[in-house]
């Protein structure tokens, strides 16, 4: 049986320039009976329990793309990530195409195997080409696998899925959509149908990008989504990418309701988080049970992912405020302009497209960033983790509820727990913004894994509170203790106090430092207030550090100027404070100061969307560009120029034209956007 | 002499677990004489005539992460790297340390290279490890250069500069940025010298991360900015990370000063165009005589690259208009909110920082970009062509004249057209956004190089009239002569013709069609289009093709939905036409085409910042993030957030404090962004 399938694996022989690796995983051992009964996999996930697993390598990937020989240092990274596999207990074969049968390059694999690297090395540049066919030829083209040879050649330009499930829609849609090279495709979609009825799941992949090349067999066998998985099993639900098309097209109708009917929605959500609680909690319940009892969860995060009657009271009374900030969201006129007789121009607001909202632990987010989306007419794909599995399930179910009441059940979709992060920031073209919801370590791992999708957030809060020597006492004390002690884990809290050098040993110094003792704020020194001190606390390691916690580094400056050159080499642009009685030094410092959010007399946890008063808060952005600091609703919006004319031409502008501009400014109501208009 | 260099060489060994390529390059044969006296290069550019090349190879380069012997597919494809150099006709040699005396892996790469790969494969697990010492190891060792045991081990957490030139002051800089590890960083840096003084040049690289090791030597011999280069040879102007430093510096002063003073700049700006135009026309006439010369440039290229007296006035008047939206570009007041009693909020207008604007032979572009940048405080890098370089040389230094005036001269930095824009691109954290000016294809690299810095533009405009079956015939004749042909290159010309079913076979239809052959247009089929036709014109390759030219598609819908939902298929979301005398049926269009710009009864051509009265164009945005179509100054604003307090904490408004927020809207002056206010 075992050789039958190395047979149905040689099948999948890359007939075509395309360069790839086939992968064939099968069970054993340790997996449930129905899988030795001939079931292929049906999800990548489940490839880290292959036991037997053949890689086929197209010719492509054992030669050189300037067809100078073999392609030395990729065929070794390949036996090495082969041999990490087998080192893990599996079985593993390697069988290459041979199939260089094409005439230009001669493999000799096996002979390769035999001789030494510097023999292969030196004869590399010609000798292989010319050698004549060796006995070991007819056992490695047996082992390739010579049916192959009989599918035409194909082009690896058409893009394969991710996920291929014979029976599938897709695989109609697939072959007209790639009319370069069908006849290869075919073939290889063919052989994965072969090799699946054997029970087999099939990986196709690109072997020869040398960005991947190290690693892709190791990746596939991890589950990462690297080429097309085959498998005859289909997943119960949707793939990502049809959720994706669904939530877009859903939120595009989402768009075209009334202000009045979104707001319905989200206060529809929001009874129902009151109606249904019993539910709800009862779902909680079970995910608290398996954090407890799996005990990972540190108290504080099973804290946060502990629902209650109150705290759903509290979520749907959120959520009504939210529905009010809808009312003047999507639509809303923010410029008119008279280009010219009967030509006018309107830039409208419109909701951004597909929000990936990727969030820890509370599920009190996902109706809190379902209605954000609503609000804002825009489509939403949510991830949340594990540990919430059942409570985040329920909620969605009732957010798809209450977007039925206007026919939009799918422009919120929650996607599997199985789904990577990783996996889903790459879903370029298809999502247009990400908002990581959740520890600053996640906001970094999406910003690095997201590389051309725009992620909203904020990895660090290195806030600074500078005390200038013309500062009043009693509001330096209020507004650094607040500053710190307040919610220290909190991203616009104070990490570094920045102090006039001529409040050194002033009694207004030694109040701070008295209150900072009181508060049991831990005190680090920066290495010019080190050396001002006889006696001083541990020196920092780094002027850059947030420490989320009840320590804070103290730092000297000579003047004001030197803590805003200090804020900006140092600070990570979030909230920065300057304590002072003098207008003109605090303006300077406002003016100069290039930080999202910059305070005067005030304390750095003002940095927050509804203490500014921007009625829902969708985040905290340190980003340049789009929406920087508290971000509110209408930080999900994106604009369109609408124009509206007579049949106007450019043409018409000319020197021999009949018209002229006027670009008269027309008046727009003052709305702002997401504030409640009370003057 | 050469086994001098060599031994010279062998003094880099990463002693450390830094994984290392370290180059050496010494040239000969074809180059000056200079050369022949040890002069060490002074560009990486250079390193491409290197004739006789050592890569050294770390210890950690040479052995597995995993401690289980030797990187066979690292090591095979270093020394692929180094087979390409060689029959590339230079001399190559590879050292690695032998290093292992560390006692952990004791790494037997002569013996590898005689032993099979089979052997190597069977053996890597454990039998190296154990292996006792071969006479080969002396020779090994000997090659490898014993000095190095002298070095303390360092750490490779420290980042090297780019660019190291020793007595230069980044050679103190770095000693002290890098904490961890000074001991091997002194040691690396000691033997770069002691190579330098023999006129050789250094570059140290990380030769492990997967992503590289497949090209890494063979990227540093090309020129490109992998790991470090050394260097005794300082080019006469600062690096690129200079530069951007000093504008960064200098913007910020530019942003605080007064509006008028940045006015003033540009206009001053405009007087030198006018002033010194022979000096720019002799610049320019150099610069077009080298391009005739060389035969490279296209006629229309030519023509963009020429400059002319009357192109200098024009220029000259388009920055006054500059000067003048310039007023009310940064500090503008966008929101004011009373937060509570005397804490008050304002959300005002800032620069958005460092932008890198990269532009192709118009060298107009650079006044033009210039202007843009002052008039909304930002700093600027410019990056031109090099068949512009004398012209790009003398605007440069008359802008950076105009500048002066206010002491903001360095604020706007022409970069040395030796750098590669990749390499620009990779600048994270020192450059905020990128803007691309010239071909699509231009915009398309930038996109796909650019990975973690913004870009604004459009690669691609895919712009679709409807003609709707309740039309009017002058409408939509007039609207589609001008949207394909009053400019066909343009991005905002029509491609696809989408044409009401019921309008086939009408006199409007056969109009259409006549007025397009009239004017030389070159029709191809869509699928539906063709079906209809008893003799059709060519069928389109892809319905999703910007023609750029006088062609366009022309395809049949069935209805104004169907015509949406064509365009939000294969459009770019640019700009979208419908020509329709029924207001309902335009109202549906506009709201739920999901594009730029969506105009009823005008042409496609308006989408301009000019023609929308932006006042000066920074250029087309179909990015859905922060702006969006035509962009006018705004584009290069962020925001920031005021506050203003008397000691204002958060606790003040818990449960237990004495206040409560009032979020008052206050009123702002209506000033519209980038518009001349007519009202």
Redesign the interface.
Same mark, same amino acid.
């Given at each position: 049986m075992y050789l039958q399938k190395m047979f149905s694996c040689s099948q999948f022989l890359a007939r075509t320039n395309a360069m790839q690796a086939f992968i064939r995983a099968a069970s054993q051992g340790k997996m449930p009976l129905a899988r030795a009964h001939g079931k292929s996999f049906a999800h990548r996930s489940e490839l880290r329990q292959a036991k037997r697993i053949v890689v086929k390598l197209g010719s492509a990937v054992v030669t +050189?793309g300037d067809e100078?020989g073999l392609?030395?240092?990729?065929?070794?990274?390949? !036996?090495?990530q082969v041999?990490v596999l087998q080192?893990q207990g599996r079985e593993m074969m390697i069988v290459t195409s041979g199939a260089v049968a094409f005439g230009k390059q001669r493999l000799r694999h096996e002979i390769?195997?035999?001789? &030494? !690297?510097?023999q292969?090395?030196h004869s590399?540049?010609n000798q292989l080409k010319d050698m004549s066919l060796p006995v070991l030829e007819a056992r490695a083209c047996a082992a390739a696998g010579q049916r192959l040879y009989d599918s035409p050649p194909g082009s690896d330009d058409a893009k394969l899925l991710d996920t291929f499930y014979p029976g599938d829609q897709h695989s109609i849609t697939y072959g007209t959509k790639s009319r370069v090279g069908i006849g290869g495709m075919e073939a290889k979609v063919k052989a994965a149908l072969w090799a699946l009825q054997g029970g087999t799941s099939v990986v196709i992949a690109n072997g020869t990008h040398?960005?991947v090349?190290?690693?892709v067999i190791t990746d596939i066998v991890e589950g990462k989504k690297v080429g097309t998985f085959f498998s005859e099993v289909k997943p119960a639900g949707p793939t990502v990418e049809q959720q994706t098309e669904m939530a877009r097209s859903a939120g +595009?109708t989402l768009a %075209?309701l009334e202000p009045e009917q979104r707001s319905d929605i989200i206060c529809t959500l929001a009874d129902l988080l009151t109606e249904r609680k019993d539910e709800i909690l009862s779902a909680n319940k079970k995910d608290m049970e398996h954090a407890v009892s799996t005990g990972r969860l540190s108290p504080a995060m099973l804290k946060r992912l502990s629902l209650s009657s109150s705290k759903l009271n509290s979520l749907s009374i959120g959520l009504r405020q939210i529905a009010v900030s809808s009312q003047d969201s999507v639509g809303r006129v923010l =410029?008119r302009?008279r280009?010219a007789n009967k030509?006018e121009?309107e830039q409208i607001t419109?909701p951004?497209?597909v929000l990936l909202v990727i969030f820890e632990s509370r599920p009190d987010c996902l109706p809190q960033v379902s209605a954000l989306a609503i609000a804002s007419g825009n489509a939403l794909l949510l991830k949340g983790g594990k540990e919430a599995a059942n409570t985040n399930r329920i909620l969605h179910e009732l957010t798809q509820e209450a977007l039925s009441i206007h026919g939009v059940k799918d422009a919120i979709q929650l996607v599997s727990t199985r789904e990577e992060v990783e996996d889903l920031c790459r879903l370029e073209k298809m999502i247009?913004?990400i908002i990581p919801r959740g520890s600053s370590q996640l906001v970094r791992d999406i910003?690095r894994a997201a590389?051309?999708i725009?992620v909203l957030g904020h990895s660090e809060g290195i806030c600074h509170v500078y005390v200038d020597h013309e500062a &009043?006492v009693?509001?330096a004390i209020?507004?650094i203790?607040?500053s710190k002690c307040?919610y220290p884990a909190a991203c616009n809290a104070m990490e570094t106090l920045l102090v006039h050098r001529d409040l050194l040993r002033t009694p207004l110094f030694d109040q701070i430092i008295d209150m900072l003792r009181t508060e049991h704020v831990k005190i680090h020194a920066g290495p010019k207030f080190a050396s001002y001190l006889t006696f001083s606390p541990s020196e920092v390691k780094s002027l850059r550090t947030e420490y989320g916690d009840l320590e804070c580094c103290i730092e000297v400056v000579d003047s004001m100027l030197e803590a805003v050159d200090h804020i900006h080499k140092y600070g990570s642009s979030h909230t920065d404070v300057i304590v002072t009685e003098n207008e003109d030094t605090?303006e300077q410092f406002?003016?100069?100061l290039?930080?999202?959010?910059?305070?005067?007399?005030? %304390?750095s946890?003002?940095?927050d969307g509804y =203490?500014?008063?921007l009625g829902a808060e969708v985040g905290i952005s340190t980003a340049?560009?789009?929406a +920087?600091?508290?971000v509110g609703l209408e930080g999900l919006l994106?604009?369109?120029? !609408?124009?509206?004319?007579?049949?106007?031409?450019?043409?018409d502008?000319s020197e021999q034209g009949s018209m002229t501009?006027?670009?008269?400014?027309?008046?727009v109501a003052?709305v702002?956007p997401g504030? +409640?208009?009370?003057?």
């Open positions: +050189r100078c392609a030395l240092g990729r065929l070794a990274s390949i !036996v090495e041999a080192n390769l195997l035999s001789q &030494s !690297v510097r292969a090395l590399g540049q040398p960005k090349t190290g690693h +595009r %075209s =410029r302009t280009v030509l121009l419109v951004i497209g247009d913004l910003q590389k051309s725009p &009043s009693d509001k209020k507004i203790r607040d307040d605090a406002l003016q100069q290039d930080s999202a959010c910059v305070f005067w007399n005030a %304390s946890r003002f940095a =203490r500014f008063g340049r560009i789009h +920087r600091g508290p994106t604009t369109k120029w !609408v124009l509206r004319g007579e049949g106007h031409t450019a043409a502008f501009y006027l670009h008269e400014n027309l008046p003052q702002l504030c +409640r208009t009370t003057s």
